[in-house]
């Protein structure tokens, strides 16, 4: 039972120490992705904090700098929350261990005194020719065998667990050790932020002092994004009323060939019936009578949501079905880049606005890709950019403040596919957008986390 009993504390070591280090080690993959995108915020903060005039790109950038901060520290203080727990589950088998390898040594010792204490009295000959008879005899050498291999077994287990023993030893004190970095670390985060807050806050009293400048520029960015945004609409209600053209085009036309095909019928049964008739009055029999039939009314035009004009062909179909099933793991616009403006409403100051997508800070001349496979609609510049607008059935993304763009109406592009480029100096926010028909949806909610 005791040995039943250490078998099993030292599987829990290893099952326990196995989840620690998956937990460990996606912890620290999301520590290095977060200060990664500090990293890209600083950057930008770096090419745009020389000019005088505070702009809402510098404020949005560096309030998500702090919040992404605020995150690393988080992280930082799960890991130590799991350390302290591995730690402490260490410490506890550490000493089970001991007391269990303490119970094995005394009887193993005890083990070895009796054998040598019978040495003399119970030789192996003397025990062996003792035997009553051959079975008996063959019975006691494989005792003697089975015991001796015991001993041997028994030594070599106690001292392969003082190796296990001494490496989890070793375990404790790296992680001991690594709990102080990871304080160290946290420390010099706390003082990072510390530091950031008071750059917040003077960029703060800043804009308060550049109020009257800052919401002339907020209104003026505020306008040309409406202006943006009434063209993206625009083109997607003219791709919608293009579907429902030839949605109804072809819906005339199978009715038009279902009433050839009824008056191809009707006339072959007036022919029918006449025969009939003739027939009848030349045997003087009771002539038959056509059969009223009522006329059908003329059909209205079928009432449909906007989106479903978008998947009336089972291509569409598919396509927007694949692209709803894959809500919430759809890749990035970007390969790198933070959310520094999300979506729906705003408040800046005394200003309200809305956010149709979301605004991501990316790198200077950043490729910008293609989410899913698709069918580009539109290619337009407005106000010194460009912006693509691709089709996936009944939903369309939106890819503003291109600098450059590489595809073209018609062509179809696949997943991840490169579509344009972001400007090479400054700090390029791409704007993405995501519609449903023409109902924006919230961006954040459909691309990887």
Do not use: C
Request: charged share 25%; no cysteine.
């Amino acid at each position: 039972m005791k040995l039943y009993r250490l078998f099993l504390l030292l599987f829990l070591v290893a099952f326990t120490g196995q989840t620690f280090a998956q937990s460990s080690s996606e912890l620290k993959k999301k520590k290095q992705a977060i200060q990664k995108e500090i990293d890209l915020l600083q950057r930008s903060l770096n090419t745009t904090v020389k000019g005088k005039k505070l702009t809402l790109s510098q404020i949005n950038a560096l309030n998500t700098k702090i919040s992404l901060m605020q995150s690393k520290i988080d992280v930082i203080n799960s890991e130590m929350k799991n350390l302290d727990s591995q730690i402490h589950e260490n410490t506890t088998i550490v000493h089970s261990l001991k007391d269990q390898l303490a119970q094995l040594k005394l009887q193993y010792a005890a083990m070895i005194r009796f054998a040598q204490k019978n040495k003399n009295a119970y030789s192996k000959m003397m025990f062996i020719f003792a035997s009553k008879d051959f079975h008996q005899a063959y019975k006691r050498i494989k005792y003697l065998q089975e015991f001796s291999r015991y001993r041997k077994k028994q030594a070599d287990f106690i001292q392969g667990k003082e190796k296990n023993l001494n490496y989890k030893i070793v375990i404790l004190d790296k992680s001991l050790k690594e709990k102080s970095s990871l304080l160290q670390e946290q420390e010099s985060e706390q003082n990072k932020l510390g530091k950031n807050k008071e750059e917040q806050a003077a960029a703060l009293n800043k804009l308060a002092k550049q109020e009257k400048q800052y919401k002339q520029d907020l209104d003026s960015r505020m306008k040309q994004r409406a202006q943006i945004d009434r063209s993206i609409q625009a083109a997607i209600r003219r791709e919608i009323e293009i579907a429902k053209r030839k949605a109804l085009e072809k819906a005339r036309l199978e009715a038009a060939r279902a009433r050839a095909a009824a008056l191809a019928k009707a006339k072959a049964e007036a022919a029918a019936l006449a025969r009939a008739q003739a027939k009848a009055r030349a045997e003087n029999k009771p002539v038959p009578v056509a059969p009223k039939v009522k006329e059908p009314e003329p059909e209205e035009e079928p009432v449909k949501a906007s989106s479903n004009y978008l998947t009336a062909t089972p291509e569409a179909a598919k396509l927007s079905s694949a692209f709803q099933n894959n809500r919430g793991s759809l890749p990035w616009p970007v390969a790198s880049g933070s959310i520094t403006e999300g979506f729906g409403r705003h408040k800046q100051g005394q200003a309200n606005y809305d956010n149709s997508g979301v605004t991501i800070t990316t790198a200077p001349g950043a490729t910008v890709r293609a989410v899913f496979e698709g069918k580009v609609t539109t290619v337009r510049t407005a106000l010194g950019s460009y912006f693509v607008l691709i089709k996936h059935g009944e939903y369309f993304t939106v890819y503003q403040n291109l600098h450059s763009v590489s595809v073209s109406p018609g062509e179809t592009v696949s997943t991840k596919q490169a579509i344009g480029t972001m400007p090479s100096g400054g700090s390029p926010e791409l704007q993405f957008q995501i519609y449903k028909g023409s109902v924006p949806q919230n961006p954040g909610g459909w691309i990887s986390r």
